[in-house]
Nanobody
């Protein structure tokens, strides 16, 4: 199995937190950098955060910097996204995927999950 599974989404009020999880099967993420993306209706898929294979180097898009934290537990084949101080504009379907590079473009990633929905009400 190559496709990871995202979980943890839901409906929250503005200012509240959510923690998303991305669980891989077997060695899907072993040795790969893993990213989180999001896509709202009518918009392009947007880069959110990236974590290197060791869990030591990160990259965030400016709109989530200081609010979101990406982490991984390689022993559990899991990558997490802690989202704090959520805003209505964070509403989207959130996806995880892997890459061998250090880049923000979705077409450089594979092993996409099906996504988990995050809805933030005002």
């Amino acid at each position: 199995q190559v496709q990871p599974v995202e979980s943890g989404g839901g409906l929250v009020r503005a200012g509240e937190p959510l923690r998303l999880s991305c669980t891989a099967s077997g060695r899907t993420f072993t040795g790969y950098n893993v990213g989180w993306f999001r896509q709202a209706p009518g918009k392009d898929r947007e880069f959110v955060a990236l974590l290197d294979y060791s869990g030591r180097i990160t990259d965030y898009q400016d709109s989530v910097k200081g609010r979101f934290t990406i982490s991984r537990n390689n022993a559990k084949n899991m990558v997490n996204l802690q989202m704090n101080s959520l805003k209505p504009e964070d509403t989207a379907t959130y996806y995880c995927a892997r890459t061998t590079g250090w880049i923000r473009t979705p077409n450089q990633y594979d092993a996409w999950g099906q996504g988990t929905q995050v809805t933030v009400s005002s």
